[in-house]
T-cell receptor
Framework: KQEVTQIPAALSVPEGENLVLNCSFT??????LQWFRQDPGKGLTSLLL?????REQTSGRLNASLDKSSGRSTLYIAASQPGDSATYLC?????????????FGKGTMLLVSP | GAGVSQSPSNKVTEKGKDVELRCDPI?????LYWYRQSLGQGLEFLIY????????KSGLPSDRFSAERTGGSVSTLTIQRTQQEDSAVYLC????????????FGPGTRLTVL
């Protein structure tokens, strides 16, 4: 059974810092990996999707990397802002099904202080 | 265009009652997923619908849970004889058929069973 672990569970940083969120998964037979953001009382917003054949994806101040063989992904946030405060979730899609039943980690709760 | 909508946003019920949760996916999305997010737990997959194909119900935790999707659009998740452990946020997501496409999540329904 696929298990996804996110470290740290919570992180508090001052505005302007660069930071890294970590995600690991036990079964490397994945189709893709996604990073989501969840704000309190709201649904999930997809940030980045990395296909299994890719090594990284970038969007603005966000960069996500994927090392499929070692079962690891990182989300790098540059020059953090208070508006980045949210819970960040990592999720993987298993190979072979033809559709995307995501397996999620428990998330990293990020607080960026002004 | 409009995103995924869910209703109600909050539901409080007494133990033993039945509840129905509704999801309206993005127009044109053929794939629909239900997930559950319990306190202290990650998001768990419940059920997947794709067009007129038989749904993947492998994530439903017990036979008290059922779901249907009428006309390939709106979906209803029904929980019979609710228990306190059913208290959670129930999230719905939709996507195109292609597994490389991201899932778009609704805001969720927060269910509290007293």
């Amino acid at each position: 059974k696929q298990e996804v672990t996110q470290i740290p569970a919570a992180l508090s940083v001052p505005e302007g810092e660069n930071l890294v969120l970590n995600c690991s998964f036990t079964d490397s037979a994945i189709y893709n990996l996604q990073w989501f953001r969840q704000d309190p009382g709201k649904g999930l917003t997809s940030l980045l999707l990395i296909q299994s054949s890719q090594r990284e994806q970038t969007s603005g101040r966000l960069n996500a990397s994927l090392d499929k063989s070692s079962g690891r992904s990182t989300l790098y946030i540059a020059a953090s802002q208070p508006g980045d405060s949210a819970t960040y979730l990592c999720a993987v899609t298993p190979q072979g099904r033809g559709y995307s039943t995501l397996t999620f980690g428990k998330g990293t709760m990020l607080l960026v202080s002004p | 265009g409009a995103g995924v909508s869910q209703s109600p946003s909050n539901k409080v019920t007494e133990k033993g009652k039945d509840v129905e949760l509704r999801c309206d996916p993005i127009s044109g999305h053929t794939a629909l997923y239900w997930y559950r997010q319990s306190l202290g737990q990650g998001l768990e997959f419940l059920i997947y619908f794709q067009g007129n194909s038989a749904p993947d119900k492998s994530g439903l935790p017990s036979d008290r849970f059922s779901a249907e999707r009428t006309g390939g659009s709106v979906s209803t998740l029904t929980i019979q004889r609710t228990q306190q452990e059913d208290s959670a946020v129930y999230l719905c997501a939709s996507s195109t058929r292609n597994t490389t496409d991201t899932q778009y999540f609704g805001p969720g329904t927060r269910l509290t069973v007293l």
